[in-house]
């Protein structure tokens, strides 16, 4: 039997304009996420289903207006394949929560080199890293305490 994580990872759609265009998943858990299906060759893969994804992402933009249970029974009527609001809730937050990491990972990156230019900068203007010198201060033995 196949161990599965409990999380899984969803490739961002390249956007075409009029339409947004799937990959396939690999599969990590038991239970298939909406909007994906079981490849019949290969039950570890999962195939997209166009047009479920597609209502998935109106539906996003409909849950500025309304509740999660008024959305996902929207979902589940015109998809014709049930979602909970629980379901819908879990979908929403991962996926804000890898769009908001990745945001944080490239701002971080963004100030890393920011601050690398301007140590750069600092050690050229200084003539390069500086040494410290120390004073040399007597031994235990050299010291007598009479």
Known sequence: MTKYKKEWKLPKPVDHGD??????????????PFGYREDPNDRDVLL?????LELLEQAKKHLKRYSYRAVAAWLSEQSKRYISHVGLYKRVKIEYKRKTEAANQRYFAQRYKEALEKAEKLESRIGGASSRTTVDSPSPTET???
């Open 19 to 32: 339409h947004f265009e799937w990959k396939p998943v690999i599969r990590v858990g038991k239970q298939i």
């Open 144 to 146: 007598s305490t009479d």
């Open 48 to 52: 997209p289903i166009p047009e479920e």
